[in-house]
């Protein structure tokens, strides 16, 4: 069993910058693929970025590229998002999730994928 814990969500001005990291325990973090995920108020939740065993390969979604970060640290079990330039619409719960299984490019985007999920953070971007 997995267990995710996410911690370092809080408030953050329009143009700020925010860390949240992933904390996995339970089995080694290497195994699996990451993701994070997000719910804006009201919304569905929506990927934001995954990478794979290794750390070798990442992935976002559209309206974070360029802006976040999505890294991995092996040795210590966890997973960081780097959120820069950050805006009101990236206002939500922020989740972490793993799987273990094999991922293609289209796979690794899809929340049902994903076998283990942490609590969420909430991250709220002020204006």
């Known amino acids: 069993q997995v267990q995710l814990v996410e911690s370092g969500g809080g408030l953050v001005q329009v143009g700020g910058s925010l860390r949240i990291s992933c904390a996995v325990s339970g089995r080694t973090a290497s195994n699996y693929v990451m993701g994070w995920f997000r719910q804006p108020p009201g919304k569905e939740r929506e990927f934001v970025a995954a990478?794979?065993?290794?750390?070798?390969?990442?992935y976002y979604a559209e309206a974070v590229k360029g802006r976040f970060a999505i890294s991995r640290d092996n040795a210590k079990n966890t997973v960081t998002l780097q959120m820069n330039s950050l805006k009101p619409e990236d206002t939500a719960v922020y989740s972490c999730a793993a799987s273990g299984g094999y991922y293609s490019t289209d796979r690794i985007r899809e929340g049902h994928w994903y076998a283990y999920w942490g609590q969420g953070t909430q991250v709220t971007v002020s204006s």
């Open positions: 990478i794979n065993q290794s750390g070798g390969n990442t």
